[in-house]
């Protein structure tokens, strides 16, 4: 298996756990759960994982494996916050104004890196990639559509919430542009230390949303715990294979395509999941969103046969 190949099967398995993550809020939402507090006790799960099982800590403390620098650390570090920032600024976002319009806002912030990857880092531009990147958010804004219909046009503040879906699609882009540029450092990340610091930075975030919105106690029954462990497992796993797509595909010439394809795969396939598991209907919006999002995707393997020497 070529790095390409093995780049976009880790993406799309990448996107594939993402897609997860929907199915566990709108069950959170369903049985009434201590939604800050799952993502505390699932965050300190998966950095405690990450560090034990996938990050090599006795080869880092040994220098048998070379060691980052501070500078490298702090960077990876603001990266996840700002990415949890602007996820939770989203989700702000969705509850003053309409919540399919401040989404889609929201969710197109995966146009940042791949513009910054191939502006700044020289990745080879072609017309397919552009195509292919338009096609996936076309898809996006198909289902956004979807969802503003069914929504009721009684949002508190609209134009506060349309600022704040702005603000999440800057600070998404921002983290997601930060997330790509750790696979152009000079430092090798051979002891995998990216995954425990983003799981680490997950766990801060979750303790300052309980702390700042002032939620007290947490109630740990049979269905929080069910949830904490597959969060916790799901997040473990897809941070890391997030990271080894974009550093092979960073190889390839392709690392800017890792976000498009990705969260493409997510929203197409939580879409299904709502279909098949929460009884949504599929409109000609829905299946033409997906056939977007796919059409998109095979853009990007077109994309590769004129940019990757064979």
Avoid at 36 to 57: N, P, V
Avoid at 193 to 209: K, N, Q, Y
Avoid at 257 to 277: E, K, N, Q
Wanted: aromatic residues 14%.
């Amino acid at each position: 298996m070529t790095a390409l190949q093995s780049g976009f099967l880790l993406t799309f398995i990448t996107g594939l756990l993402w897609s997860f993550v929907g199915i566990y809020y709108k069950a959170m939402a369903k049985w009434k759960l201590n939604v800050y507090g799952i993502m505390l006790l699932s965050g300190a799960l998966s950095f405690l994982l990450t560090l034990l099982f996938f990050t090599k800590a006795g080869s880092l403390f040994s220098g048998a494996i070379p060691a980052p620098s501070p500078g490298y650390v702090l960077f990876l570090f603001a990266a996840s916050l700002a990415n949890v920032t602007g996820s939770f600024i989203l989700q702000r976002s969705m509850v003053y104004g309409r919540s399919g319009v401040t989404w889609a806002i929201g969710q197109s912030a995966f146009i940042l890196p791949f513009l910054f990857i191939t502006l700044f880092f020289s990745e080879p531009w072609s017309t397919l990639k552009g195509a292919g990147t338009l096609s996936v958010l076309a898809g996006i804004l198909l289902f956004a559509a979807k969802t503003s219909s069914s929504d009721r046009n009684d949002a508190p503040q609209p134009k506060y919430g349309i600022r704040l879906a702005l603000l999440a699609f800057l600070v998404l882009g921002a983290a997601q542009s930060m997330t790509s540029m750790s696979s152009f450092f000079s430092y090798r990340d051979q002891g995998l230390i990216r995954p425990a610091i983003a799981c680490f930075s997950t766990f801060l975030a979750a303790v300052a949303g309980k702390f700042l919105m002032k939620e007290k106690g947490f109630s740990l029954d049979r269905r929080a715990l069910l949830i904490i462990l597959l969060h916790a497992a799901q997040t473990v796993v897809a941070t890391s294979l997030q990271f080894l797509a974009l550093d092979k595909l960073k190889v390839c010439g392709m690392n800017g395509i890792f976000f498009p394809v990705a969260i493409g795969c997510c929203i197409a396939l939580y879409s299904v999941w709502s279909v098949l598991f929460f009884k949504e209907k599929a409109n000609k919006s829905f299946l033409f969103g997906i056939l977007l999002i796919l059409g998109g995707i095979f853009c990007y393997f077109l994309a590769d046969a004129a940019i990757v020497p064979r």
